[in-house]
């Protein structure tokens, strides 16, 4: 479902895109986990980890991995239960929108982890690792602009007022 787009923390998902040279401009806030995974191992070896940066990385990755298909098997239900929803005809929207709230609170909630994870990795990098991770974001950020890519993600909402959206009510003129 790519409404969850944008939830992965930028330096997550980005930096792991960064490190393999056959990756396509990736506007940041558009990265996901899956794009991260499928860059795991290029990753690892375009860094020269240590044996216990081998470690730390094994046991982030592996973390990452559950999170990834627990992720994947709650949409699956998800969706699967929407499309149930939504075939009553007494469906009642806002209910249904609250599975999604739901949704979205456990991807921001598994977001923060992930970034949390993967900055343990950094933190355990050498300078020069760092200095590499930096070079190749940097590099990532300028070839997004290059292609002109826009991110896919929604601009930032604004701060609700409290009132309905689209005007009163029926039969109500819209506000001007």
């Given amino acids: 479902m790519k409404t969850f787009q944008g939830l992965i923390a930028c330096?997550?998902?980005?930096?792991?895109?960064?490190?393999?040279?056959?990756?396509?401009?990736i506007p940041v806030m558009d990265a996901e986990l899956d794009d991260f995974m499928a860059q795991a191992a290029d990753v690892k070896n375009s860094l020269s980890l240590s044996p216990n940066q081998q470690h730390l990385w094994s046991q982030v990755e592996a973390k990452m991995r559950a999170i990834a298909e627990a992720r994947r098997r709650?949409?699956?239900?998800?969706?699967?239960?929407?499309?149930?929803?939504?075939?009553d005809p007494r469906a009642e929207l806002r209910d249904l929108a609250k599975t999604l709230d739901a949704?979205?609170?456990?991807?921001?909630?598994?977001?923060?982890?992930?970034r949390e994870l993967f900055l343990g990795v950094?933190?355990?990098?050498d300078d020069n690792q760092r200095q590499k991770i930096l070079i190749l974001?940097?590099?990532?950020?300028?070839?997004?602009?290059?292609?002109?890519?826009?991110?896919?993600?929604?601009q930032p909402k604004a701060?609700?007022?409290?009132?309905?959206?689209?005007g009163a009510g029926p039969g109500t003129p819209p506000q001007q």
């Fill in 11 to 25: 330096f997550t998902v980005a930096l792991a895109m960064l490190l393999s040279s056959s990756v396509h401009a």
């Fill in 74 to 87: 709650r949409r699956a239900k998800l969706q699967t239960d929407m499309k149930k929803g939504l075939s």
């Fill in 103 to 114: 949704e979205y609170d456990q991807s921001y909630q598994e977001n923060k982890q992930l």
């Fill in 122 to 125: 950094n933190d355990a990098l």
């Fill in 137 to 154: 974001l940097a590099d990532q950020l300028q070839r997004v602009e290059d292609t002109g890519s826009e991110s896919k993600c929604e």
């Fill in 159 to 166: 701060p609700s007022t409290g009132r309905p959206r689209g």
